[in-house]
């Protein structure tokens, strides 16, 4: 009689590590609490203890009259003051709430500041993408260890109520941005002594296969990427009329992310089968790897991925106002302007990846801290294979809600390398008269590689 009910327990734990495996874990019931006690998103509805993070009350959903999709941004929150301010003199009084890339730019540099202000939870998505969410929480799968995604779930968060570390990468990666979006961006590295140095002036256009509209459970079969990008530059000069264009797909068991280059010089399109994982990212000269793109991107087959839980954070948030800033204004010598840069204490899921024993990658350990009401990545820590803290990442997200979303987790963000203090600002829209405009979305031929020669020519 004991030896059958051992046997029986047994079976339970391998079903349900088959299960978790495969993601769909979530009961009925516990579905339910994301109409109660969690957002439509799957965030912790309510506000925290001390009062600090406000309960979720449906996003920031207003447009002003006369503001367009691609206009410049405008940022509802300007009249605000920061609450306090962090810097190296009082750090260790607000150590639990930051990464450790936070902590270590307090101690190199005197002059890098956190300006914390009133929290605000902006994040907001249409409500087919909320329903889709509700659907998802007990009928998405994931499967071959994680590194496929069924497109079941296609249309809204896969896994709101994640189990394991990659339903909660999947998560992120699907994230709700809008379907089609243009925007003219400027990446920039900065010497060690503060000299700026334009690496790309780009045409960027994204596309999001995996939400596109109330059924895209039924438009998307699994087959096209969940995500297009393409890009054309338009400078420096010895660079202008040269292209890329990535395809991220949802089944990572038949390769990584594929992308096709086209150099002007050349006037030919050539696969690119190196851009991926810790390849150096061109776009930015080198600075950065290309993992480190709106990350966690491309496939996850070279870590481990642990979720290790949730906690309250000071995190870039609610960043409209660096749009207002011209890019070069927005950047100091070591590290952008404080001034610029709008911090917020928010509730946010950490992420932790680990190289694989025999998988090769120039980052050793990784830490993502993903925002839990819009699943976007607002913080990452990378780290060298002695133990040392190497990379940190600033994600700045934005209010749109003319989309309506809050647009965080892409490439708008500030890249420091702590070794060699040279750092990235990435996607700056300061200088565009026109930032991140929503468009209809664009047939797959507008993407594909032989489009790049016809579009790219100068």
């Known amino acids: 009689m004991k030896t059958n009910k051992l046997t029986q327990l047994a079976a339970a734990a391998i079903l349900l590590a088959l299960a978790a495996a495969a993601g769909a874990v979530v009961s009925p019931q516990e579905a339910e609490s994301l ?16 009062g600090t993070i406000p309960a979720w009350s449906g996003g920031y959903a207003t447009v002003p009259a006369n503001q367009k999709s691609g206009d410049r941004r405008y940022d509802p929150f300007a009249a605000e003051k920061p609450l306090f301010s962090i810097t190296a003199e009082n750090m260790d009084k607000y150590a639990d709430k930051l990464n450790d890339g936070s902590k270590a730019l307090l101690k190199k540099y005197k002059t890098f500041r956190i300006d914390v202000y009133p929290t605000h939870r902006t994040a907001l998505a249409p409500q087919w993408f909320y329903d889709n969410t509700f659907k998802n929480a007990t009928r998405a799968k994931m499967s071959s260890d994680g590194m496929k995604l069924d497109e079941v779930g296609a249309g809204g968060i896969p896994f709101p109520i994640p189990k394991n ?14 379907e089609s979006v243009i925007a003219r961006q400027k990446i920039w590295t900065v010497t060690p002594s503060g000299q700026q140095v334009l690496a790309s002036d780009i045409d960027a256009h994204e596309q999001f296969p995996w939400n596109y509209g ?9 087959t096209m990427p969940f995500r297009y990008y393409l890009q054309f530059v338009n400078g420096p000069a010895f660079r202008a009329g040269e292209g890329l264009v990535g395809h991220f797909p949802v089944d990572y068991t038949k390769g990584n992310a594929e992308a096709w280059t086209y150099l002007a010089g050349q006037r030919r399109v050539r696969r690119a089968p190196s851009v991926g994982f810790d390849t150096p990212d061109f776009v930015a000269s080198g600075a950065n790897f290309f993992d480190e793109v709106q990350a966690p991107t491309g496939s996850p087959e070279r870590y481990d991925w642990k979720l290790v839980g949730k906690q309250e954070m000071i995190v870039p948030y609610n960043d409209n106002k660096l749009f207002a800033v011209k890019d070069a204004d927005a950047m100091g010598t070591n590290h952008m302007k404080p ?3 709008r911090w917020e204490l928010h509730r946010v899921w950490v992420l932790e990846s680990t190289r694989k024993q025999g998988q090769r990658h120039a980052v050793a350990k990784r830490r993502y801290y993903i925002d839990e009401d819009s699943w976007a990545t607002v913080l990452m820590d990378g780290w060298d294979d002695q133990g040392a803290l190497w990379r940190t990442t600033q994600l700045f997200g934005f209010i749109a809600p003319d989309i309506p979303a809050y647009v965080g987790g892409t490439c708008y963000d500030a890249f420091y390398n702590l070794q060699t ?3 990235v600002y990435r996607c700056g829209m300061g200088d565009s008269p026109q930032q991140y405009q929503v468009v209809k979305p664009r047939s797959a031929s507008f993407f594909a590689p032989d489009a790049l020669a016809s579009q790219g020519v100068r």
């Open 421 to 423: 203090s040279q750092y």
């Open 214 to 222: 109330p059924d895209s459970n039924q438009k998307y079969d699994g």
């Open 339 to 341: 001034e610029n840069v």
């Open 165 to 178: 570390g990659l339903e909660l990468r999947w998560n992120s990666e699907v994230r709700w941005r809008g």
């Open 35 to 50: 109409k109660t006690s969690l957002t439509p998103m799957g965030a912790e509805r309510t506000a925290n203890k001390d």
